[in-house]
């Protein structure tokens, strides 16, 4: 509300209380404000005989600068290996949101989840292409960990409308990417390689390495669902050579984790336990839970089908403790527990 407004907290908290005590807006938890439809509708009806198309402009930026950089702040914090964007200069009066921890930014999602969706779309819409399409990068994290294809695809398909209008290669290429994703994971194989080979094609044009590194393990994701696991393995063995020895630890420890599950679902078990031990290794360093629940996953695969089953227990069940911790992973647990 300070931020749509162009106030400072504090003002903004004694006009806010001003309006709850007139029963003109509900404070239905700490914090938190809501209005009724019909008095929403009033407010638009005032706002478009009082304002000028400047002043509405400019608080609309403001609502977006505020959402597109409290969500780059909480992708940031809780994605660690995915590659950056450089997002849009905010409003001078805007601050984002700040976390102290990855929980905090995982409960900010959480809580706006719904006005995010909402704020694509309107951002879209009134022509703030550049805000549409990298609040839906920003997203694409916490959606995917939650399963919310749904979701993900519908506000990836609002921002590239956004990327489409821009003509940004770039913008086209990550949000390509992200449909990848959704795509796959809701079983349209087709569309979703379509989108990853076309997210390749857009790194490849602009020179983004690690970028191009990344949807090269993408499309072994792609693959995998469509069955092909050979050339899931070789996607991953050129994600690896394009990365290099000395490439991004988390993102060579993903990709040293995805050679192991891929040799093991070829029946390669010893093969892949070297594989998931180089990637158990590197994730210990910087005892990163997510990366490290995956990888404990992978190595219960192949010690199960070797039948070292005690071995097998023990890194399941690490790996779910993993998962846990983190929170907010519903689809990891369920494949851990099963």
């Keep these: 509300a300070a931020r749509l407004a162009g106030l400072g907290i504090a003002a903004v908290r004694g006009l806010l209380a001003e309006l709850v005590h007139t029963h003109l807006v509900d404070e239905p938890a700490p914090g938190r404000y809501a209005w009724h439809d019909l008095l929403r509708a009033y407010a638009a009806?005032?706002?478009?005989?009082?304002?000028?198309?400047?002043?509405?402009?400019?608080?609309r930026r403001r609502m977006f600068d505020h959402y597109l950089h409290s969500a780059y702040g909480a992708a940031r914090l809780m994605d660690l290996t995915r590659d950056r964007i450089v997002p849009a200069e905010?409003?001078?009066?805007?601050?984002?949101?700040?976390?102290?921890?990855?929980?905090?930014?995982?409960?900010?999602?959480?809580?706006?989840?719904?006005?995010?969706?909402?704020?694509?779309?309107?951002?879209?819409?009134?022509?703030?292409?550049?805000?549409?399409?990298?609040?839906?990068?920003c997203v694409e994290h916490h959606f995917g960990r939650q399963g919310l294809w749904h979701e993900l695809g519908g506000t990836l398909r609002t921002a590239l409308e956004s990327a489409d209008r821009l003509g940004d290669p770039s913008a086209l290429a990550h949000i390509h990417r992200g449909l990848?994703?959704?795509?796959?994971?809701?079983?349209?194989?087709?569309?979703?390689?379509?989108?990853?080979?076309?997210?390749?094609?857009?790194?490849a044009k602009v020179g983004d390495v690690l970028a191009l590194t990344e949807s090269h393990r993408q499309l072994s994701v792609v693959l995998e669902v469509q069955g092909d696991l050979e050339g899931a393995l070789e996607h991953h063995r050129q994600a690896?050579?394009?990365?290099?020895?000395?490439?991004?630890?988390?993102?060579?420890?993903?990709?040293?984790?995805?050679?192991?599950?891929?040799?093991?679902?070829?029946?390669?078990?010893?093969?892949?336990?070297?594989?998931?031990?180089?990637?158990?290794?590197?994730?210990?360093?910087?005892?990163?839970?997510?990366?490290?629940?995956?990888?404990?996953?992978?190595?219960?695969?192949?010690?199960?089908?070797?039948?070292?089953?005690?071995?097998?227990?023990?890194?399941?069940?690490?790996?779910?403790?993993?998962?846990?911790?983190?929170?907010?992973?519903?689809?990891?647990?369920?494949?851990?527990?099963?």
Excluded at 45 to 59: C, F, H, N, R, Y
Excluded at 95 to 124: D, G, I, K, M
């Design 45 to 59: 009806e005032l706002s478009a005989g009082t304002d000028s198309p400047g002043e509405v402009t400019a608080a």
């Design 90 to 137: 905010p409003s001078p009066q805007v601050r984002a949101e700040s976390y102290p921890t990855p929980q905090r930014a995982l409960a900010w999602f959480e809580a706006e989840r719904a006005v995010l969706v909402a704020v694509v779309r309107e951002a879209s819409a009134c022509g703030f292409d550049v805000h549409a399409w990298q609040l839906a990068w």
């Design 180 to 203: 990848a994703q959704a795509e796959s994971y809701a079983k349209r194989t087709g569309d979703a390689r379509a989108h990853i080979e076309r997210a390749i094609e857009l790194f």
């Design 240 to 338: 690896r050579e394009r990365l290099g020895p000395d490439g991004e630890v988390r993102l060579r420890s993903w990709i040293l984790n995805g050679l192991g599950w891929y040799h093991s679902l070829l029946g390669r078990h010893r093969e892949a336990l070297v594989f998931c031990a180089a990637a158990l290794e590197l994730a210990r360093t910087h005892d990163d839970d997510y990366t490290l629940g995956h990888v404990l996953n992978s190595i219960g695969h192949a010690q199960h089908h070797l039948g070292a089953h005690d071995e097998a227990v023990a890194a399941l069940e690490e790996a779910l403790t993993r998962f846990r911790r983190v929170g907010g992973v519903p689809w990891a647990e369920a494949h851990t527990l099963a």
